[in-house]
């Protein structure tokens, strides 16, 4: 079968293009389609909401849904929603062995910035496996975290690349099973949530008494930054990270934790470090001095709590140092003068 000059409506999608169908068993596939929107998240919607009805089997998707057709050919979509998120002007060129099907490449307008990438998905054996290999340029994070989660926790223009991997069964295996790599550089931003700049002045209030210093993350606070870039590793749907920098004019900072995508949960600890001078002797006092602050709980909404411990003795360093240098040169004399025949 041959269509030229093709135009149709499925759903709230227009499609024109022409499409070449070469038999019909496991047909061979050429085609150029043009679509003026799509909403994926509409489907997998009403594909829950058949499930939970009853009306649907809930089932795992088989091998056998990407074997049905091999050959390919261009689509280009004007909007693309996918998983809450939008991408405009998507281009890619689809071709299917009848075991695996591949995306490349993927273009698109995202966010503020551009995407491209491959992915692609592998049905040769019992279950499907997809695999991405993603990479972001110039993208606002702010916006994008707000469709992605409903809150942003992170501000700026941002770089990522994604490398992932999963199997795409159901929803549920799609993050127990995800691993892979990602690494982001975000230019002129802040982290929500968190005033570190204020916690540190409540830090030095605290340190003669012992005293806990904690809360709970607020969108009204932020912490601003000039960089920030981070990597992590991703292994059964959590992501390890021990590598992430942090530079603004008044601060420094480092952070190491995890990030469970399965549970939602978070345990990070930043130890940001004063360089520059705030004008508060409060906080000037802490200058050069890291402070752990440890957020856990809930991925998006965290608690934190500093380390008032670990604060106290970075804080004395410099008075500790000198006590046991005066100490080991009080010892060192001492054995000299044993040495030269005195008391």
Request: glycine letters at 12%; a negative charge; aromatic letters at 6%.
């Amino acid at each position: 079968a041959t269509m030229q000059q093709m135009k149709a409506t499925l759903d709230d999608s227009n499609i024109e293009g022409r499409m070449t169908i070469d038999g019909f068993e496991k047909p061979k596939l050429s085609f150029d389609l043009a679509i003026d929107r799509l909403n994926l998240d509409d489907y997998a919607d009403n594909q829950s909401s058949a499930a939970a009805s009853g009306q649907g089997t809930g089932s795992d998707v088989s091998v056998n849904e990407f074997r049905r057709f091999t050959g390919g050919g261009d689509i280009r979509i004007g909007s693309l929603v996918l998983s809450g998120l939008t991408a405009t002007d998507v281009s890619t060129t689809i071709s299917s062995s009848g075991n695996d099907i591949r995306f490349y490449p993927v273009l698109a307008n995202f966010y503020g910035g551009t995407h491209e990438g491959e992915v692609r998905i592998d049905a040769s054996g019992a279950k499907p496996v997809l695999t991405a290999d993603l990479g972001l340029s110039g993208v606002q994070a702010q916006p994008l975290l707000e469709d992605l989660t409903g809150e942003a926790r992170l501000q700026g223009q941002a770089d990522v690349f994604l490398q992932i991997q999963s199997d795409i069964s159901n929803s549920q295996t799609t993050l127990q099973s995800l691993s892979g790599e990602i690494g982001m550089a975000v230019f002129d931003g802040a982290i929500v949530g968190i005033d570190v700049s204020k916690t540190l002045g409540l830090v030095q209030s605290a340190l003669g008494k012992q005293a806990d210093v904690s809360g709970e993350s607020s969108a009204v606070e932020k912490t601003e930054f000039a960089e920030l870039s981070m990597s992590g590793v991703i292994r059964d749907g959590i992501m390890n990270s021990d590598d992430l920098i942090m530079q603004s004019p008044l601060l420094r900072a480092s952070g190491k934790g995890s990030f469970n995508l399965v549970n939602e949960t978070i345990d990070y600890t930043l130890e940001p470090t004063l360089v520059g001078d705030t004008g508060v002797s409060q906080l000037d006092e802490l200058s050069g001095v890291a402070i752990p602050i440890r957020f856990s709980g809930n991925l998006y909404e965290p608690d934190y709590k500093v380390d008032v411990a670990a604060a106290i003795m970075a804080s004395q360093k410099d008075r500790i140092d000198q006590k046991k240098n005066e100490l080991f040169e009080k010892l060192l004399g001492g054995k000299k003068k044993d040495e030269d025949g005195g008391d």
